[in-house]
């Protein structure tokens, strides 16, 4: 596709309850982030991908968070034991380090809403 | 503490003003600076980058300034249009990582 494309792009859940959120990056973009953004806040980073692998994962808040991107292209974060607080909207980027250095591609996000 | 602050309260112009949004840091020393404009509901879309060695970086109606001195950056827009009301994020990025640090951004209404 053209952009960064993003599913659901709304989620309900129960607290306790296991989450997962997908994220398809612009075909050839190696790069590939995920930010969790709050009402009233920028985006948080999360983690960063570079090919298949977590170059960063720093941002995860707790083990609760996992992402994979097993081929290098399309990506999953995963919550498990879901928390009223982890409700945000959780948004996925991509980018092609060259010329535009860090220009990153953001997706419309998924809405977490944890009940 | 590390920060990156943005004006919270909203910015409220007149149609053919000039908007300036500020962005401020301490403790980063970020190699590139950058612009992003955020619709609601929708995600950021990338509007300019300045590295740190260019004090100024213009595209259309749309200027930046970049003091490393100051820990600073302006974002100017011109000619405002009530199609530029929208959030604006500054993100910073360090020179060994191209992770972006997120401002919480500053609202801009433009009245036609």
């Known amino acids: 596709g053209a952009g960064v494309s993003q599913t659901p792009s709304n989620k309900v859940t129960e607290k306790g309850k296991y989450v997962e959120l997908r994220c398809d990056p612009i075909?050839?973009?190696?790069?590939l982030y995920w930010y969790r953004q709050s009402l009233g806040q920028g985006p948080e980073f999360l983690i960063y991908?570079?090919?298949?692998?977590?170059?960063?994962d720093s941002g995860l808040p707790n083990d609760r968070f996992f992402a994979v991107r097993p081929e290098g292209s399309v990506s999953t974060l995963k919550i498990q034991r879901t928390e009223r607080g982890d409700s945000a909207v959780y948004l996925c980027?991509?980018?092609?380090?060259?010329?535009?250095?860090?220009?990153?591609?953001f997706g419309e996000g998924s809405r977490l809403t944890v009940l | 503490s590390q920060k990156i602050e943005q004006n919270s309260e909203a910015l409220n112009i007149q149609e053919g003003k000039t908007a300036t949004l500020t962005c401020n840091y301490t403790?980063?020393?970020?190699?590139?600076l950058q612009w992003y404009r955020q619709d609601p509901g929708r995600g950021p879309v990338f509007l300019l980058l300045?590295?740190?060695?260019?004090k100024e970086k213009r595209k259309e109606r749309l200027k930046v300034t970049f003091d490393t001195t100051l820990k600073q950056s302006l974002f100017h827009i011109t000619a405002s249009q009530p199609a530029d009301s929208a959030t604006y994020l500054c993100?910073?990025?360090?020179?060994?990582?191209?992770?972006?640090?997120f401002g919480s951004g500053t609202r801009l209404l433009v009245r036609p």
């Open positions: 980027a991509s980018s092609s380090p060259g010329e535009n250095t860090g220009e990153l591609f």
């Open positions: 075909s050839g973009h190696t790069a």
């Open positions: 991908f570079q090919g298949t692998g977590a170059a960063d």
């Open positions: 403790n980063y020393s970020p190699a590139y």
């Open positions: 300045i590295r740190e060695n260019e």
């Open positions: 993100a910073l990025e360090m020179d060994s990582s191209y992770k972006l640090i």
